[in-house]
Every structure is written in C-alpha cells, then in structure tokens.
C-alpha cells in the first residue's frame, strides 16, 4: 500500500487570482488532483475560476457540489460523499488541493470538508494555507481601515438573521466587517441608517473579479432602494478620534 498523501486546504483570496499566495500557488502548480467546490450541479466553481491561472497541465480537475442549503442533513451527507471521494485519491498515494474562496479558517466550506474526512480517517493528513479574506480586499479597495489603535474588529455573517448580532457589534466602538450580505441588504442598511453609522460604511460585491462593484455612499444605496448578491461585504470603520 502507498503512504497515503495529504489534502491541502487553499485559501485562494477573494478573487483576484493575482492575490493568490505564492505558497498555494506552488501547491496547485504540483498538485495531481483539485476537487472544487460547486453550489449547484453544472454551476461553475470561483474557487476553480480562480485558481485555474495557476494549474499545472497534469491536474485532473473534480468538481463537488456543496449546496447552499440549511438543510443540515443533506449538507452532511454531501461532505461525507466529498470526504470518501477525496480519500480514495488519498489512499492511492496522491496529494488533493481543496481551493475555497478567502481563509480556508474563516466560515469555509473546508472547515466541514476536513471534519468529515477526519471522521471518516482520524489519522489522515490534513492542512490549511492561509489566504487574503474578503474583508481584507474590501479594506484595500475602499482605502477603509479594519483594525486601529486598541479597538476591537467584530465579523458578523450577516446569514444569522438576527439584527441584534449587528447592533451588539456595533456597541463595541470598534470596526464592524459583514459578510454574506445577499438578499439581506435592504434590511441592513436600515439598520445601519437607523445606527446613525451608514454614512462611513462602505461595501464591495465580488471584490477582484471582473463584475466587482464598489459602492463608498451607502445612504444613496439606501436611498435608491439597490440589492447586492452573496458575495459582498459591508466594513463600517470605528469612528475617527477627534
């Protein structure tokens, strides 16, 4: 029997594949297998979308689909078939590449990925490289900054529902990031209007694609009534000290 490889988790950024970090772009260079997580059946993967610029041309690419459901059942059940899958490829021998949009760590679907592969196979090899979050490529195209002086940085998914996460958050004085935003817009931008906080709140759609949309005057979104889609997120700095 081969010795078993090992599957790598990539943080490969938002989305510019520029912005992908030199150690996932070695692995993907080398990597044998990708598996690619999907929403839906033929939906294309950003995750693939933009980690292909650096593939080798050996790499046999397999798409999973991991839907974006609340059924937590079936969500399982699709990761367990994603983990037997990934560790067939594992248990010949062979290194996989699992890219996921941002930090692997930071509400990824690799977090579930690898659980279910360490249920499956406690002694398999697993590990995470780190990459540029969302928020992080937000707060460089709109010039806003995260974290300053002592004060703390709250990440809320705004998939929670629950408008006192945000209003908690903004409580703390320090730098609020939303993430998800999708369909919630509406509802968030009241409350950030009814905070008294919109008019230094900034928000990105599909930071580093080439559909990205930056909006820096959140009161006329608000004002025009505007959606947005899942991919955007919203940073409200602390407020200046005078």
Same mark, same amino acid.
């Given at each position: ?6 599957? &790598? ?12 970090? /030199? ?6 260079? !080398? #990597?044998?297998?990708?598996?690619? $997580?999907? #929403? ?9 979308? *933009? ?6 041309? &050996?790499?046999?690419? &397999? ?24 560790? %067939? ?9 699992? $890219?996921?949009?941002?930090? $692997?760590?930071?509400? @990824?679907?690799? =977090? ?13 090899? *697993? ?8 928020? @992080?490529?937000?707060?460089? =195209? ?12 709250? *990440?809320?998914?705004? #998939?929670?529902?629950? $408008?006192? !996460? ?6 703390? %004085? %320090? ?6 935003? %999708?369909?919630? =817009? ?5 409350? =950030? ?10 928000? /990105? @759609? ?29 940073? *409200? ?6």
């Amino acid at each position: 029997m081969p010795e078993p490889g090992t599957l &790598h988790c990539l943080g490969i950024g938002p989305g510019d594949p520029d912005l992908v970090t /030199v150690k996932a772009v070695k692995l993907l260079g !080398t #990597a044998r297998h990708v598996v690619a $997580p999907t #929403a839906r059946i033929k939906s294309e993967s950003l995750a693939l979308a *933009i980690a292909a610029p650096h593939l080798g041309a &050996h790499t046999q690419i &397999h798409e999973r689909v991991f839907p974006m459901t609340a059924d937590r059942a079936e969500m399982t059940a699709r990761w367990d078939e994603s983990a037997a899958f990934i560790d %067939g490829l594992l248990l010949a021998g062979d290194d996989v590449c699992f $890219p996921t949009l941002g930090d $692997p760590l930071l509400y @990824s679907t690799a =977090l579930y990925l690898a659980r279910a592969l360490r249920r499956r196979r406690p002694d398999a090899r *697993i590990t995470f490289v780190p990459g540029v979050t969302a928020f @992080s490529a937000v707060a460089a =195209l709109t010039q806003v900054p995260v974290g300053e002086a002592k004060r703390p940085v709250t *990440i809320v998914p705004t #998939a929670d529902d629950d $408008p006192d !996460t945000i209003r908690r958050a903004l409580a703390t %004085g %320090g730098a609020v990031v939303l993430m998800k935003i %999708g369909k919630r =817009l509406g509802a968030i931008l009241d409350l =950030l209007a009814e905070a008294g906080v919109i008019g230094r709140a900034v928000m /990105v @759609s599909r930071a580093g694609r080439p559909e990205q949309q930056v909006f820096t005057d959140l009161a006329q979104l608000h004002r025009d009534g505007a959606d947005t889609e899942y991919l955007a997120v919203i940073i *409200i700095p602390a407020q200046e000290e005078t």
